[in-house]
């Protein structure tokens, strides 16, 4: 009370204030120190994250095996070590069909286009093997003037003349049944009258054919496939008419592909020419399955805009895994060197989250499991970006039973 005094005397010293009461200047005080409570200061914001389970890198699970055990296994160590390796340059290249590959069907003469006579005609996409039938093509007859009167008249002189045969065929029987005539003319009789009736069946289908199809010949030429591939154009459709030498189709081959690869200029100088090229998927992961694909000469190109120039590297493609048009990785050889560590690549682990472990054998019979990087893989050997100290011994052999027994599945 002594002290609230002291206050209202200090207060009302000053003049603008003089007027405030002692119960008034209670109630300000008992605001201000309710503003000011300690319940208040105990507030805390909740925390932006929350882990769970989390776990120090250096207390991973350690392994210790018995002698028995670790012989069991069979496990063999390797260490890390520094190598000079050469640098190394991801593009994406183009899958493109080399010149020459690509062959063009021609039609040798003038006719008729017609289906094969076995399998279905020929449609953009479909694969084709060597001497495979495509087409078939009746050719056209020369014009002749007045052709249609020469074959009616070769009708009606073979109708006269199969008369002519029939009455000669009954005289001859006649004259043989009364024994007047021998029996071989009238065989003779009859095979004339057989072939005066031929005659005159071909003439007539002649003349049938002439007035369906006034210029073709009747003749069918098979139009084969020169290669093995697949048909990339179609010039000409069954029954239409074709000029002697036009394109029909294009069937190009691709046992062979070519990968173009364009290079930012400034790294031109950079690459190894004679080096072949690894050529693996897009988003292929480390030690994936790639093939070499050897450099080839061929027209030069390049892309002004882009500031780039092609190289082609040649790879088989017999299982067609690649097609005209295909994006892949390809990865080139530089002349450049660096120094990394490195580990084979059998002893690289990968978890369900896809990351990448190893074992370090830190004492006998003792396994740690470390987490390593892999850059990429060369030949069976894995280049890390992290990775234990060189030195280290790592288990090459065996590492995926330690895995296994780390988690509970192992022998």
């Known amino acids: 009370m002594q002290s609230l005094q002291n206050k209202t005397i200090l207060i009302s010293s000053s003049p603008a204030i003089a007027a405030f009461s002692l119960p008034a200047l209670l109630v300000i005080m008992m605001m201000t120190s309710g503003c000011s409570s300690p319940h208040a200061a105990e507030q805390k914001l909740p925390p932006p994250a929350k882990i769970e389970n989390g776990k120090k890198e250096s207390e991973l699970a350690t392994i210790k095996l018995s002698a028995e055990a670790e012989k069991r296994l069979g496990i063999e160590t390797a260490s890390v070590e520094y190598r000079e390796l050469p640098l190394r340059l991801n593009l994406s290249g183009e899958a493109v069909i080399p010149q020459g590959q690509i062959m063009t069907v021609i039609a040798p ?13 020929p449609v ?28 009616e008249r070769d009708v009606a002189s073979l109708t006269e003349r199969v008369a002519a045969a029939k009455l000669r065929k009954q005289r001859a029987d006649l004259l043989a049944s009364e024994k007047a005539g021998s029996v071989r003319a009238a ?34 030429i098979s139009i084969d496939s020169p290669i093995s591939g697949i048909i990339q154009r179609i010039n000409a459709v069954s029954g239409q008419a074709a000029s002697g030498g ?10 062979t592909v070519w990968i173009r690869v364009p290079v930012y200029v400034g790294d031109l100088n950079k690459v190894v020419r004679n080096q ?35 190289l082609y590297y040649s790879t088989s493609n ?15 050889t530089l002349k450049s060197q660096e120094r990394s560590l490195t580990l084979p690549w059998s002893a690289i682990l990968h978890d369900v989250q896809g990351g990448s472990w190893v074992y370090e054998n830190t004492a ?26 060189a030195g280290a011994k790592i288990v090459t052999v065996g590492a995926v039973e330690l895995f296994g027994t780390e988690f509970g599945a192992g022998k």
Do not use: C, W
């Open 246 to 255: 036009a394109a029909l189709l294009e069937i190009a081959s691709l046992s």
């Open 276 to 310: 072949p090229a690894r050529i693996h998927g897009l988003n292929d992961e480390p030690g994936a399955q790639a093939r070499s694909a050897p450099p080839v000469n061929a027209p030069p190109s390049a892309d002004v805009s882009a500031a780039t120039a092609d």
């Open 187 to 220: 065989e003779q009789a009859q095979e004339d009258l057989a072939v005066a009736e031929t005659e005159l069946k071909a003439s007539r289908e002649r003349l049938e054919r002439f007035n369906n199809t006034p210029l073709s010949s009747g003749m069918e």
């Open 364 to 389: 006998p019979q003792t396994f740690v499991r470390r987490p390593v990087e892999v850059r990429y893989v060369s030949d069976g050997i894995a280049i890390l970006g992290r990775a234990p100290a």
């Open 109 to 121: 003469m003038t006719g008729n286009l017609l289906n094969p006579s076995k399998g279905s005609a």
């Open 124 to 151: 953009i996409g479909m694969l084709v093997k060597k001497g495979q039938q495509l087409l078939r093509l009746s050719p056209f007859l020369s014009p002749e003037r007045d052709l249609r009167v020469q074959l």
């Open 318 to 332: 017999n299982n067609e895994e690649f097609r005209p048009g295909q994006r892949v990785g390809v990865t080139l």
